[in-house]
């Protein structure tokens, strides 16, 4: 299974950017697909994931209500949709593919390359 994160870049505080993870070389349908993300000198943080079979989405506490997890099935592709960006949620942003909704990186056995995310004035 390979994953391609996409779409990352420049953004203003309170704007909205969207990310595309496309998924490649496998069936997909038993894994889900993960998002996380990493800035410098900090752990890689979970921020959310969704069930590729039933489109169940959940999310970590810190960007609940301003982002959504979703993905088309037909295009093999996720997206996490990011609205009312703030400078904390700066990073490089990764998809993930694992087996279960874990919130660690360790449940996740595929990893995207990952697209880096600015949010500055």
């Known amino acids: 299974v390979q994953l391609q994160a996409s779409g990352g870049g420049l953004v203003q505080p309170g704007g909205s950017q969207r990310l595309s993870c496309r998924v490649s070389?496998?069936?997909?349908?038993?894994?889900?697909m993960g998002w996380f993300r990493q800035s410098p000198g900090k752990e890689r943080e979970y921020v959310g994931v969704i069930t590729w079979a039933g489109g169940v989405p959940y999310y970590a506490d810190s960007v609940k209500g301003r982002f959504t997890i979703s993905r088309d099935k037909a295009k093999n592709t996720g997206y996490l949709q990011m609205n009312s960006l703030k400078p904390e949620d700066t990073g490089v942003y990764y998809c993930?593919?694992?087996?279960?909704?874990?919130?660690?990186?360790?449940?996740?056995?595929?990893w995207g390359q990952g697209t880096q995310v600015t949010v500055s004035s």
């Open positions: 070389g496998g069936i997909f349908s038993s894994y889900v």
């Open positions: 993930a593919a694992g087996e279960s909704t874990s919130p660690w990186v360790g449940g996740y056995n595929y």
